[in-house]
């Protein structure tokens, strides 16, 4: 198959129309769909330079702001998990941790000015957050098993009620605003870091309905029951980055003829990035 080839109005070229013949005037046909990743190239390569720094800045401190309130939510989780022997707030807070250890290896891995290196440094991030996503899952699943055995019964936790639901009520926000900034930008990167961000929404909901259910209804098995689930979606995301899933990386300038085998969200060629900017 013929590769697209970017054209200069930054629309792409290289598809034949239905039946193989391009419309009449080279011009794409009003209804015509490109995929996500072109759409991504389209809008990436019509930003000013000015719109690029501000949509730059924006992510940054949106990311800012999530590392900032993980920090803030791993110390609580961790806290009120250990006086209440709560699994599920302990796993909840060591998730935490691994997010904020997450985002510090990718800053030390785009730390490197050289390519070469960056990319010698991609595999060891990653391992090591498959590693720690592993240990979380191991953990959880030990200590809510000793749980459900009734070893440790959990107490209820008012602050980790407020905590989860808090979380429930400001990560959405805080995905929703990165992945618009992302997907504007055409960063792979902030896109994929804005999902994680949701992931955090749907373990809260999880973590609530855990805590709650022990302390309005007496149901200590709920919170182990809560732990469980967050320790598989830990194996599930360590998996993903063990696998590399995490591949995309945003380009910082339009992308130059040389590397046009790369779409706008950094993608490069063998590797499965279909969903870094959907």
């Known amino acids: 198959m013929a590769a697209e080839t970017p054209m200069a109005d930054g629309t792409r070229g290289g598809h034949a129309a239905h039946g193989g013949h391009a419309p009449h005037g080279g011009h794409a046909p009003r209804g015509d769909h490109t995929t996500r990743g072109g759409h991504a190239a389209h809008r990436a390569f019509g930003l000013s330079p ?162 709650v259910l022990n302390a309005t209804l007496g149901w200590s098995w709920a919170d182990p029951v809560a732990a469980l689930v967050i320790a598989t979606i830990a194996v599930k995301e360590g998996r993903d980055a063990w696998q590399g899933k995490g591949c995309c990386a945003a380009p910082a300038t339009a992308i130059p003829a040389d590397r046009q085998e790369r779409d706008a969200c950094g993608c490069r060629p063998g590797r499965d990035c279909r969903d870094c900017c959907g």
């Open 50 to 211: 000015a719109r690029r720094d501000a949509l730059t800045r924006r992510v940054r401190l949106l990311v800012a702001a999530t590392i900032t309130y993980n920090v803030i939510e791993a110390v609580v989780a961790l806290t009120a998990g250990t006086l209440a022997s709560s699994t599920a707030l302990i796993g909840f807070g060591l998730d935490s941790v691994i997010e904020v250890s997450s985002a510090a290896a990718v800053a030390w891995q785009f730390s490197a000015a050289d390519h070469a290196v960056r990319e010698a440094r991609e595999k060891t991030t990653l391992r090591i957050i498959a590693v720690s996503f592993f240990a979380l899952a191991a953990y959880v699943t030990i200590d809510a098993i000793r749980a459900l055995t009734g070893t440790g019964e959990p107490e209820r936790s008012i602050p980790g009620i407020v905590l989860a639901a808090l979380s429930l009520a400001v990560m959405p926000f805080l995905s929703a605003a990165q992945r618009r900034a992302g997907r504007e930008l055409g960063s792979a990167s902030a896109v994929a870091d804005s999902k994680q961000t949701l992931l955090c929404t749907y373990l809260s909901a999880v973590l609530l309905a855990g805590l």
